[in-house]
T-cell receptor
Framework: EPEVTQTPSHQVTQMGQEVILRCVPI?????FYWYRQILGQKVEFLVS????????KSEIFDDQFSVERPDGSNFTLKIRSTKLEDSAMYFC?????????????????FGAGSRLTVL | GENVEQHPSTLSVQEGDSAVIKCTYS??????FPWYKQELGKRPQLIID?????GEKKDQRIAVTLNKTAKHFSLHITETQPEDSAVYFC????????????FGTGTRLTIIP
């Protein structure tokens, strides 16, 4: 079964450092997303990306965040100057209009996550 | 924007009994309601979903009901088993190929053997 893969699985960084989280979405998917989950809390939408541009972003996704699809397979999330409150599990997800679940709706497939710890 | 409330936050159920988790949403434009199961340290995995043109859907021991008028939807798990123990998240979105899902706060379900 196709998977969304994420690296690294865990990254520890000092406050103020830049971090890049990497994702390889499912190969035929066209829509890409980043979500985050602070420990013990709900999953929160950060950003969606389609056709090489951001299609929607949340209020969490401020100027310190950016996304990029540098080649045909990778999708990255960069945090420019990390803060303590950026510590969370970051999930990449992808979907495609042709990848429909039992209800006929688009299905988001999540990666296993990258745990970011900011010290 | 959309706001999803989920109750209860924790639920303990005797093995074999049923579990019910309830969610409400605020945006009448939402038309897609998935439920995700997340085991400790793992990714959220879709277990069942429903669209707003359907009132109820069942898949073996799992069922979801939707009341569009009241803007609430529920997950029902019957004949619970120990492997059902996990955190369950409801979510709401508008399924136009740009899946910004708004998640509920999660329910930690514990099945007591």
């Amino acid at each position: 079964e196709p998977e969304v893969t994420q690296t690294p699985s865990h990254q520890v960084t000092q406050m103020g450092q830049e971090v890049i989280l990497r994702c390889v979405p499912i190969s035929n998917h066209l829509y890409f997303y980043w979500y985050r989950q602070i420990l013990g809390q709900k999953v929160e939408f950060l950003v969606s990306f389609y056709n090489n541009e951001i299609s929607e972003k949340s209020e969490i996704f401020d100027d310190q965040f950016s996304v990029e699809r540098p080649d045909g397979s990778n999708f990255t999330l960069k945090i420019r100057s990390t803060k303590l409150e950026d510590s969370a599990m970051y999930f990449c997800a992808s979907s495609d209009l042709g990848d429909r679940g039992p209800s006929g709706a688009n299905v988001l497939t999540f990666g296993a996550g990258s745990r970011l710890t900011v010290l | 924007g959309e706001n999803v409330e989920q109750h209860p936050s924790t639920l303990s159920v005797q093995e074999g009994d049923s579990a019910v988790i309830k969610c409400t949403y605020s945006d009448s434009a939402s038309n897609y309601f998935p439920w995700y199961k997340q085991e400790l340290g793992k990714r959220p995995q879709l277990i069942i979903d429903i669209r707003s043109n359907v009132g109820e859907k069942k898949d073996q021991r799992i069922a979801v009901t939707l009341n569009k008028t009241a803007k609430h939807f529920s997950l029902h798990i019957t004949e619970t088993q120990p492997e059902d123990s996990a955190v369950y998240f409801c979510a709401a979105g508008q399924n136009f190929g740009n899946e910004k899902l708004t998640f509920g706060t999660g329910t930690r379900l514990t099945i007591i053997p």
